[in-house]
């Protein structure tokens, strides 16, 4: 038999027990935040109806499906949350409270090509909200981001939110360029998505590409580009058209910002169009403001996404907020947190022989909501106490045949040393702080 390989497939990850750590403190602070945001968590199944994410703008998420054939059902992984989002706010829509605050912590999975901040699963906290067309819900949005990446330690330069809006891309296009054909404007913003990545050149290179879904003239593929290069508010509210809310709309949000006390940490970004097709409005990316990973989060409105599966048209803002790039900026800026077992006590019997009177000082400490590590088996006292000392473990309880004997437990506080009897009757420990 060929040996087994020990590693996971490739860009997936084990788990041990100091990554877990980590992951449950980061999924501890995105349920903190929202919470203090009044959503409410749900979660969808992560094998999803295929269709669901069969989309034709030529979105690389849609290549990288992880998908199958079961019993006639062409199923997938889910490699975003958002469309299961929708069809479950679809599937209660006249049931539910609007405007609705949803967020999920959920594993997705794309089938990536891997590099710095990529891998074919991660983890993603998403926050959306339904029924709500004004630009208030993009500014809670942005100010739970920032509320996040205040709690989870980094400075507040570390980060900066850049946003656009697709409006004032698509106003100008459909006066101009893509008067008659308004269908290429959402395959377009996918190739212009990738401008950081390859450069402008090879982006005007594939909006002019005659087999490409854009298949624009050079000039106008050149003046499509040039717009992106706007990162001033002013100017490109000064550029919008007239008949477009998108200025105004942009305008708002940063008033709104303003009061929450966060419009030093955004700007604006005519090159952020988002590489999912069902971005209409405002869009967003956090960055860290070295410019070293890619996007740590990426949201915007998206109120076609429910007309375009099939049902009534419902506004829609929301984000996504990955568990890669995140951990890869804290520990860039050495903001990892240390996080050490969490064990109170450890109860150690000497001998098999005291070992129900060790199973009772445990049950006991249990009961009353210590974290207990009952020693198995019977190792050195030296060991059990060096162990216990790297676990910054409280107290020990040891229990030799005399102390059995006498109807007691040795008490030993790990930092100060200091020893004392307990009697076995009636022990009755204090509950866990
Ligand atoms: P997205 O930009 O594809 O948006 O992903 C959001 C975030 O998830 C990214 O900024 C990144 O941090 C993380 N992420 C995505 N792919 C990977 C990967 N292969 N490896 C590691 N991290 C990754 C969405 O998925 C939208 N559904 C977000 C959304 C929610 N829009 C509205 N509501």
Redesign the pocket.
Known sequence: MSKQNLKPPR?TRDLFPEDQRFREWLFGHFREVAARFGFEEVDAPIVEHAELFMRKAGEE?VD?LYHFELHGRHLALR?????S?ARMVMARAGGLRMPLRWFTVTQ?W?Y?R?TR??????Y?W???IYGEPGVTAEAELIAAITSLVDAVGLERDHVKIRINSRSLLEASLRAGVLKDRPEAFEPLCVVIDKIDKVGAETVTDMLVDPAGAVGLDAASARDVVAMLEVKNLEDAVAAAPSDSTAGSDLLRLWSLLAAYGVDDRVVFDASVV???A??AGIVF??FDTRGAL???????R?DRLTEALGGPSIP???????????AELLSDMGKLPELAREVDDVVFAFEEAQRPAAIEVATRLRAAGHRVELVLGTPKLKRVISDADKDGVATLWLLGPDEVERGVVMRRRLETGEQSEVALAGFDPEPRA
């Open positions: 860009g998420i990288q490699p975003e949350m958002t469309p989002i997705n794309r990536e891997m901040g990529r891998k074919r699963e991660h993603q998403n926050m959306d988002r590489g999912l069902y971005y990316e956090a890619r996007a740590i989060c990426g949201g915007g998206y829609a803002a929301g984000f996504g907020f990955g568990d890669v790039v995140i």
